[in-house]
C-alpha cells in the first residue's frame, strides 16, 4: 500500500469541473433563498412549472436540514473539492488518512443527496434544477475518488474489486444518474407525457 497517492490529470479535471458545478449550484441556490427571505414572494428563475419549482424546494424544511440552508454547506464542501483537484493538477501527492478523510466527506455528501433526493420526489413533490446540478456533481466525485481509493488500495477492498472499479470507474456514476433520472422520468410520466 502506497504511502502517499496522486491522481491523474484526468481524476484532477474531474474534481476541479464537478467541484465547480456543484460550487456555482451552491452559489445560486444560496442568492435565491436570500432573495426569498427578503421577499417571501419572491419566484426563482429555475421555477418553471409545478414539478421544475425550485421556490417550493427552497421554501422546505429540508432545505435547511441542519438549521441553515442547505447549499451554504455546499459552498464550503465544493470548494475543498475543487482545492484537491487543483492541488492534484499542481503534483501534490496525499497521504493515506487525507484520502480516507475525503472518502468520508463524500460518503456523507452521497447520503445526504440521496436523501434530498428521496425528499424531492416522494416529500416536497418538486424538483430544483440547480440541485439536480449539485446532485450529480456529488454522485461523480463520490463514484470516482471511491474507484480512485479502491485502485490505488487506500480503501480495503479484494483484488476482484479493484478490477471492477478499474473496468467501470466511467459506468458507476453515469448508471447512478440513470437511476435517479428513471426514478424522476416515473414520479411524475403523467406530467411530462401529458
Known amino acids: 500500500m502506497a504511502r502517499t497517492a496522486g491522481g491523474g490529470r484526468a481524476f484532477a479535471l474531474l474534481l476541479v469541473v464537478m467541484g ?3 460550487l456555482l449550484a451552491s452559489w445560486v441556490i444560496t442568492l435565491d433563498k436570500f432573495k426569498l427571505l427578503e421577499d417571501p414572494d419572491f419566484t426563482p428563475g ?6 421544475l419549482s425550485c421556490g417550493s424546494v427552497m421554501k422546505s424544511d429540508q432545505a435547511s436540514a441542519f438549521g441553515f440552508p442547505n447549499p451554504m454547506l455546499g459552498l464550503v464542501c465544493y470548494g475543498i473539492v ?60 463520490f463514484w470516482y475518488l471511491t474507484s480512485f481509493n479502491v485502485r490505488n488500495e ?18 458507476l456514476p453515469l448508471l447512478h ?18
Open 20 to 22: 465547480a458545478a456543484g
Open 82 to 141: 475543487i482545492c484537491v483537484g487543483m492541488s492534484l493538477l499542481a503534483g501534490a501527492r496525499f497521504p493515506r488518512w487525507y484520502w480516507l478523510t475525503f472518502e468520508a466527506g463524500t460518503l456523507f455528501g452521497i447520503g445526504f443527496v440521496s436523501w434530498l433526493q428521496f425528499e424531492s420526489l416522494y416529500r416536497i413533490n418538486a424538483l430544483c434544477l440547480w440541485c439536480c446540478l449539485a446532485w450529480i456533481a456529488t454522485i461523480f466525485v
Open 46 to 51: 429555475c421555477s418553471l412549472n409545478p414539478v
Open 177 to 194: 444518474v440513470g437511476v435517479v433520472g428513471m426514478l424522476i422520468l416515473t414520479r411524475w410520466w403523467d406530467f411530462w407525457t401529458g
Open 154 to 171: 487506500i480503501l480495503p477492498a479484494p483484488e476482484w474489486s479493484r478490477t471492477l472499479f478499474d473496468e467501470l470507474t466511467h459506468v
